[in-house]
Structure formats: structure tokens, C-alpha cells
């Protein structure tokens, strides 16, 4: 079992910056896809970006140019730096990581992210 715990969250101000955090409870070598994913007031959650153990990576066009994601296995974190952030982006973000030998999916508990118009 793996716990994640997302920190970083917080109220900005339209065109701001926010960088998500999202510590593992232990190694994510064996973790071969980490993510993150949002979920809006009365909307269906939604992927952001995520980063496969080989270092690919993929973005929801919505946040392409201005979101990143990275990883640290040393650290066993993954981060999603945002910025230009926009009212849209407003939402419960959750960490989500996928191990594939055997397959186990784990999430976080989401930390919230407004940002104010």
C-alpha cells in the first residue's frame, strides 16, 4: 500500500502561481504512472497531467504552457507547478498514482485550489 498526501493548495488571485506537492508514503520506482487530476464544484473529476516512469508526459490542453509536473523518485514527490492560473482552474485537486505489477491504483485526499477573478 502507498499513501499520498497532496499539500500546496491554497486561494490565489487570477494569474497567479501555486506548486502542488505530492509525497509518497514510500519508494515510487515501482509506481509507473503518477498524476494529477481536478475536480470541480458539481463537475466530474478530471485528469490534469501525468508522468509515466519513463519521463513521459502528458497535459490536458486547457493547461498546456502554463502547468507542470514533475517527479522526484529520490524523494518519492511529485509536483505540479501552476501558474498563469485562471478561475477555471479552480477545484479539489488529488494526486493519483497507478502500479502495474499487480495493477493497484492509489489516490490522495485532494487539496483545494481557488483562484479568485
Known amino acids: 500500500q502507498v499513501q499520498l498526501v497532496e499539500s500546496g493548495g491554497g486561494l490565489v488571485q487570477d494569474g497567479g502561481s501555486l506548486r502542488l506537492s505530492c509525497a509518497a508514503s514510500r519508494n515510487i520506482v515501482s509506481i509507473r504512472t503518477m498524476g494529477w487530476y481536478r475536480q470541480a464544484p458539481g463537475k466530474q473529476r478530471e485528469s490534469v497531467a501525468f508522468?509515466?516512469?519513463?519521463?513521459?508526459?502528458v497535459y490536458r490542453d486547457s493547461v498546456k504552457g502554463r502547468f507542470t509536473i514533475s517527479r522526484d523518485t529520490a524523494k518519492n514527490t511529485v509536483y505540479l507547478q501552476m501558474n498563469s492560473l485562471k478561475a477555471e482552474d479552480t477545484g479539489v485537486y488529488y494526486c493519483n498514482g497507478v502500479q502495474t505489477s499487480p495493477y493497484r491504483e492509489y489516490w490522495g485526499q485532494g487539496t483545494q485550489v481557488t483562484v479568485s477573478s
Open positions: 508522468i509515466t516512469y519513463s519521463g513521459i508526459i
